[in-house]
């Protein structure tokens, strides 16, 4: 069964480096997703992307943060000064379709650690 | 604007006891729910979803949920738990925009005792 991946599956980086979490969607999907869940909170939505495009994102998202299908098969978030408080695990997912209520299919996550 | 409670971040039953797992939700406009599992080290899997229709929803692994409008709930149950089913569930709301971002609860990890 077709299945979203993510890498690494641990990233420990030091504040103010830049880090790119990976994200391979399902190959026939066209919408995606970043979310992230700080360790004990809930699982916040950052942004999505349809069309080479940001479709939402949330005030999370600020210009810290961006993303990015390279090639068409990657879908990519990039943090590009790194603070203590962007420790998290990051989940990638995508959907075949937008439609309010659609499925979205997650990735086992990526934890990133700030030191 | 959306939100979720789930009330209790860790339930703790007997193998082949029911299970319970609470989820109330607040929205303006007519929601679409979802419940999703995480088993460890894994990604979050969808266990069933409401959008219109029947309010008893029936998922995979033999859960079910009843969406109720009049008590904004949408709780996540099992008539008999298995140890396979020791997980976090995550129950979680449309946010309604045209790209239908989810809003999640914190989450409840289910543990199984034998």
């Known amino acids: 069964e077709p299945e979203v991946t993510q890498t690494p599956s641990h990233q420990v980086t030091q504040m103010g480096q830049e880090v790119i979490l990976r994200c391979v969607p399902i190959?026939?999907?066209?919408?995606f997703y970043w979310y992230r869940q700080i360790l004990g909170q809930k699982v916040e939505f950052l942004v999505s992307?349809?069309?080479?495009?940001?479709?939402?994102k949330s005030e999370i998202f600020d210009d810290q943060f961006s993303v990015e299908r390279p090639d068409g098969s990657n879908f990519t978030l990039k943090i590009r000064s790194t603070k203590l408080e962007d420790s998290a695990m990051y989940f990638c997912?995508?959907?075949?379709?937008?439609?309010?209520?659609?499925?979205?299919?997650f990735g086992p996550g990526t934890r990133l650690t700030v030191t | 604007a959306q939100s979720v409670t789930q009330l209790g971040s860790h339930v703790s039953v007997s193998e082949g006891a029911l299970v319970l797992l609470r989820c109330n939700y607040s929205s303006s406009v007519p929601p679409y729910l979802f419940w999703y599992v995480q088993y460890p080290n894994q990604g979050l899997q969808l266990l069933l979803k409401?959008?219109?229709?029947?309010?008893l929803v029936k998922g995979i692994n033999g859960f079910e949920a009843e969406f109720k409008k009049s008590e904004t709930s949408f709780h996540l149950t099992k008539p008999s738990a298995h140890m396979s089913d020791a997980a976090e569930y995550f129950c979680a709301v449309s946010a309604g925009g045209s790209q239908g971002n989810l809003i999640f609860g914190k989450g409840t990890k289910l543990s199984v005792k034998p």
């Open positions: 409401y959008t219109t229709g029947a309010t």
């Open positions: 190959s026939n999907h066209l919408y």
């Open positions: 992307f349809y069309n080479n495009e940001i479709s939402e």
């Open positions: 997912a995508s959907s075949p379709k937008s439609r309010v209520g659609y499925e979205q299919y």
